[in-house]
């Protein structure tokens, strides 16, 4: 029919059309990751490469499996709750290998007074005092050991 | 501190969308903007626009091959761009842009030119200079027929392509407009309106685009600038610019009126930092102005000169008065903080991936791409009778 | 106190038992774990946090954040009166090194800490055009940082501001719950590093979850409730000042 032969270069065109979008399909097949979609619109593996990040903290828990007696001090006083690594930061390396990597004793002028200093805006019920005038420069711990902070408990050995 | 003024959280401060992402609209809207006026011609029959119609459409195709680079240098691993092609999103907007700019390019742009000039690419590929006949012989696909049937069909074809090209160019850039508009999190963007505004933006700032392009092609060209061409972009603009003003007007009036909880945060940074790219760059000069002028061609009668001087003096204001406008949205989208308590500052460097030169060249590379273009499709009025011409005398 | 070597002898197996616990690597090997089990969240108990910036330190610790960004943030509000139209809020850094200490008596005061809102509709899922961020079937939100683009759309559109572009991956980050941690049973960074217990981990799948019996039983807030994202940090006693 005349009409394919003269638009002839307009199936053409549609051809490179639809060579295009097979060589499409085809590169899509190798490139797209093969976990994608598994569990909705995303690289289903993401999730397992993101749960095997580094842990820097060990948590409580596996502070008081080996310090049970600091554990015992602390549960009656009022630091029962704060965790140990709140104040001695992340010791995943020395729960790992306790010989190897020895934590670092918190200096209490800094480390107290982040939490215990004055402040109008901190609620009112919470332990706060004008460290200045508190201690008259002594350090925290002539006065109050940190794991049982009560003052009838005795300053830190 | 930094120009932080106020509370912002703390992850707000520094601004996520640069200079880069204001041209991006800016340029998709003078794509879509000079589509639509080649298309007044092709659809609509307006005969007297026709010396645009070729221009229109390799500006057109000169921005849109632009287009895509602002947003490449923008990402922080462009090479893991072709992403948006396999795994889509089809939540997110912006997962369209890649389908949306390929259907664009090629279905509609790059078809409609092709189908206009192949009469010239056949003539050309038999007696254009050897250095450059391959490139036509290209764009033959192979086929040299351009007997009458087939450049009927073609015209047939190419009608059509028009008409599902002005939804498309509709689309290519509204859903920029709807990028911004469905972002809840964001006051100053969030707005139905949005889409909508952007798309008469772009028709406004595309047409003034293709007047200046054609009154400057012809000045270089020394050819005699047709008037009753000009006079008639010139209306089209002028009517069109009214509509766009009045839906801003409209988006600004209801946000007054209402006062919202974000209107105070966002009517203060439109008097602080915003004042002189809102007020006096984007509304003053870029559209009062501009409106003023090309209304006082409507109603008075100018000698030629005075109205090709208004008609450039009105495009390049226009043109600055819509780059405003993108800047205001996306910039200005991201000076105020969404706790509606602070400000912070727009810190545009100058040499870097995301930098002033960087955008310059970005402007300026388009005007090189149509300057190659015209070499290799001229769209001179004149030129199309000579290639007619030469077409019948190589049969 | 010292500990004797009888003692070391006895404890260093159980330690070390602990640690292999902990050590387990991905859910699929972790035994126990299965993402159907869980839904997390948290519950953040405003007038027990003082402050201090423990959790910011610990977040920037366990997870590598670099300096000037926030996985986690405290803001401390200062309301006037009645205006709660017009809160001081201030952020110093985040609130990583605390705060400084107030003076003025009047009005309240509270700290606001901020993070992931872990939403169950999150914004920032449905506007990401890859799919490089998702909810997990368990319920936190990540990036996959291997395949996001970093095209910053999905940082618009969060409205609490808790996402960022990082400097040197070029990637989108945000507070990812401690993903690798509550896979293993242990709680996240910055609850382990809280003093008062003003941030504690729940999951909203276990009946038996104390946190969760408290989201259960007394009012709660989210933040921005109107934005409808489903957010799951839940805030005991936040203040309508609060934006």
Known sequence: MSVFKDSGHLFRFAGLFVLAFLLFLLIRGFVVPSSFGQYGHYRGAAIDEIAAHPIKFAGHQSCEACHQDIQDQKKTGKHARVNCEACHGPLAGHADDPASVQPVKPDTAVLCAQCHTASAAKPKGFPQVAPADHSTGLPCQTCHQPHNPAIDAGGAK | MNGLEGFMYPNEIELQWSVLIVLYPFITGLVAGAFILASLERVFRVEAVKPTYRLALLTALAFLLDAPLPLQLHLGHPERSPEMYFTPHSTSAMAMFGYVYLWYLMAVLVLEIWLDYRREIVALSQAAPHSTRWIYKIMTLGSDNISDRSLAIDERVGWVVTLIGIPSAFLLHGYVGFIFGSIKANPW???????????????????????????????????????????????????????????????????????????????????????????????????????????????????????????????????IGIFAMRWNVVIGGQLFSKSFLGYTTYKMSLVTREGLLVSIALTVLPLLFLALLVKLLPPWPEDEKNAAAVAAAAD | MKITRRQILILLPAAAVAWEHVLAGTPESAPNYKMSDHWWSMLIDVPRCIGCGNCVRACQAENDVPNGYFRTWVERYHVSDWKMENPQVISPDGGKEGFPVATDEQGKYFFVPKMCNQCADSPCTQVCPVGATFVTPDGAVLVDQKYCLGCAYCVQACPYGCRYIHPQKRVADKCTLCYHRITKELTTACCEACPTGARQLADLKDPRDPIHEFIRTHAVQVLKPQMATGAKVFYNQLDGSVR
């Open chain 2, 189 to 319: 963007w969030s707005s139905p309106m949005m889409p909508v505004v952007f798309i008469f933006s772009a028709m406004v700032s595309g047409i003034a685009a293709v007047l200046l392009l054609y009154m400057a092609t012809s000045r270089l060209r020394r050819r005699a600038i047709d008037m009753r061409c000009v006079d008639t972009v010139a209306m089209y603009l002028f009517y069109i610019f009214i509509i766009d003003f009045t839906l801003e007007m409209l988006d600004l009036v209801h946000r007054i009126y209402e006062a919202g909880e974000s209107f105070r945060s966002l009517n203060f940074m439109v008097h602080s930092r915003l004042y002189f790219s809102h007020i006096v760059v984007q509304i003053c000069l870029g559209t009062i102005v501009p409106i003023f002028l090309l209304g006082l061609t409507q109603v008075v009668k100018l000698n030629e000169v005075v109205r090709k001087r208004i008609y450039a003096v009105s495009g390049a204001l226009t043109l």
